[in-house]
């Protein structure tokens, strides 16, 4: 109850349970407007009516995000406490390097509790960091020579790859945002691929690009989708058969900025690290 996510009318997960998101689709198919949405959603953790995008925020979602395009996600800093938002190279290792830090903190604070805890049994709020225009973000990371250039660049795929490997048990989830999510070509690792609990293809596309997201195990519909639809691969209920269809609800941005500065109103950098609601 306390992670419900919804993704459209008739689409729920655990964000607990499927932590990361992998996010492709074309320029303008609604990939930045549903994970700000999505956003909201987690950052009024628990909701306890799903026809409603914010919940009680009892439970916030602590949001952390690299943006180098500076748009829309990069707006949040408005709302967010300092040092939570990156739009360059030595911001993204900072911010990146933070979440981590307190990654392991929570994983070491869990260590000390009754055998088997994590971080949903013991009702913690969970973590999110938002990569936007990964592409071009690792791009920018794998440009230069120097040793400078170097040193950001071992950094930023390192952790990356903690962060995806470790993140289940603290609920620190990574949502992953970028016109291309496969392997090849994209620049993301096979562990974070393979850690991948949500992969969503937003808007229209041509089936080859559809199957660099998705795989060729996977069946994909012949429909023509818009703005803010999408095609959701979702682990253990897509595992094989069909892609689910959805359409994120439709909200115009004054409304959803006004839902965001709410949702974001519980956002403190001391005070959830180790919080818990539950033995
Ligand atoms: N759920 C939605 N409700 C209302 N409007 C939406 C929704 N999704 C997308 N839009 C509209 O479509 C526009 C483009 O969406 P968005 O910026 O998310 O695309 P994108 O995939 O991130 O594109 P880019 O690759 O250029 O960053 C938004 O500015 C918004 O006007
Ligand atoms: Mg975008």
């Not at 628990?46 to 690299?66: A, D, E, H, M, S």
């Not at 040193?151 to 048990?169: C, F, G």
């Amino acid at each position: 109850m306390n992670y419900i996510l919804t993704l459209s009318k008739s689409l729920a997960l655990n964000a607990y349970k499927q932590i990361n998101f992998l996010i492709a689709g074309a320029r303008g198919s609604g990939k930045t407007y549903g994970a700000l949405i999505l956003i909201a959603e987690l950052a009024s953790f628990p909701r306890l009516n799903k026809n409603q995008l914010l919940g009680t925020g009892q439970l916030p979602t602590q949001i952390y995000c690299v943006d180098f395009k500076n748009s829309d996600i990069a707006r949040l800093a408005e709302f967010l406490p300092a040092g939570r938002v990156a739009t360059n190279k030595n911001e993204a290792i900072k911010v990146v390097e933070e979440y981590d830090r307190k990654m392991h903190q929570r994983l070491d604070f869990i260590k000390t509790q009754k055998f088997g805890s994590t971080a949903g049994t013991l009702g913690m709020p969970m973590y999110y960091l938002w990569v936007d225009e990964w592409s071009a973000t690792n791009a920018s990371f794998n440009q230069g020579n120097t040793k400078a250039d170097k040193d950001l660049r071992y950094k930023w795929s390192s952790l990356i790859t903690d962060i995806s490997m470790l993140n289940r048990v603290p609920g620190f989830g990574l949502g992953i945002i970028s016109q291309q999510i496969s392997v090849i070509g994209s620049g993301l690792s096979t562990s974070v691929q393979e850690e991948a609990g949500i992969k969503l293809h937003y808007g229209d596309a041509n089936m080859s690009s559809y199957r660099l997201t998705f795989g060729n195990d996977i069946q994909i519909p012949e429909m023509r989708l818009e703005t803010g639809e999408a095609y959701a691969w979702i682990e253990g209920l897509t595992s094989s058969g069909y892609v689910i269809p959805l359409a994120m609800p439709e909200i115009e941005p004054d409304r959803l900025w006004k839902c965001l500065k709410t949702a974001l109103s519980n956002q403190d950098d001391d005070k959830y690290l180790f919080m818990t609601t539950k033995q």
